[in-house]
């Protein structure tokens, strides 16, 4: 079983959607979460963090239950620049920078 | 201020051949990273550099692979001899303290290709 799981998707959304990714972890131990995004053939690069109390970046919205062990993204009004694979991606205890990544879910929107 | 830079972008060998990755972290950045995703599947952990010592090389998958940070600045990643399943895209990333995934940095990547 893999320590970070998400669905891959594709999800093939219009413009203007509301679009919601899960991601669980099985690492009772883990300490911090991140959503990265991914464009095609580019570098992950950190989208937001993901707190227990939930977080809010404009149009996306992160959620974390510890109790769970589940993480989620919301993206409202997607764009077509959304258009990206959106790794979820967990920090063991320590903060060492060794990031545990899933595998991604990818998003598509079309005009 | 310049981001990690890797080079080659792309590198296409044969089966048994020798290939080594450069990576250029941030300036001032003392922890340095290699990461790395094989088809279809999820993006790895490697190894991690404080300056120019291993940190952690939990995650190198056997001894053709060679990681080395000589003098604390830029690393390399050598592979010898390839294999198949060593293709991928090799990540290379930097934070300038040992911290959470909100300091990393990951440059563009490497595309390794072993026919």
């Known amino acids: 079983r893999k320590e970070v799981e998400q669905d891959p998707g594709p999800f093939n959304v219009p413009e203007g959607a509301t679009v919601a990714f899960n991601c669980t972890y099985s690492?009772?131990?883990?300490?911090?979460f991140f959503w990265y995004r991914q464009d095609c053939r580019k570098e992950p690069k950190l989208l937001m963090s993901?707190?227990?109390s939930g977080n809010e970046d404009g149009r996306f919205t992160a959620q974390l239950n510890r109790a769970s062990q589940y993480i989620s993204l919301l993206i409202r009004d997607s764009k077509l620049s959304d258009s990206a694979t959106y790794l979820c991606?967990?920090?063991?205890?320590?903060?060492?920078?060794?990031?545990?990544f899933g595998q991604g879910t990818t998003l598509q929107v079309k005009p | 201020e310049a981001g990690v830079t890797q080079f080659p972008s792309h590198s296409v060998i044969e089966k048994g051949q020798t290939v080594t990755l450069r990576c250029d972290p941030i300036?001032?950045?003392?922890?340095l990273y290699w990461y790395r995703r094989v088809m279809g599947k999820e993006i790895k952990f490697l190894l991690h550099?404080?300056?120019?010592?291993?940190?952690?090389e939990s995650g190198m998958p056997n001894n053709r692979f060679l990681a080395e940070r000589t003098g604390g600045t830029y690393s390399t990643l050598k592979v010898q001899p390839a294999e198949l399943e060593d293709s991928g895209v090799y990540f290379c990333?930097?934070?300038?303290?040992?911290?959470?995934?909100?300091?990393?940095?990951f440059g563009s990547g490497t595309q390794l290709s072993v026919l």
């Open positions: 990333a930097s934070s300038q303290e040992i911290g959470s995934g909100e300091k990393l940095f």
């Open positions: 690492n009772s131990a883990s300490q911090s």
């Open positions: 993901v707190y227990s």
């Open positions: 991606v967990v920090n063991r205890a320590g903060n060492t920078g060794k990031l545990i």
């Open positions: 300036s001032g950045h003392d922890n």
């Open positions: 550099f404080v300056k120019e010592s291993k940190q952690d």
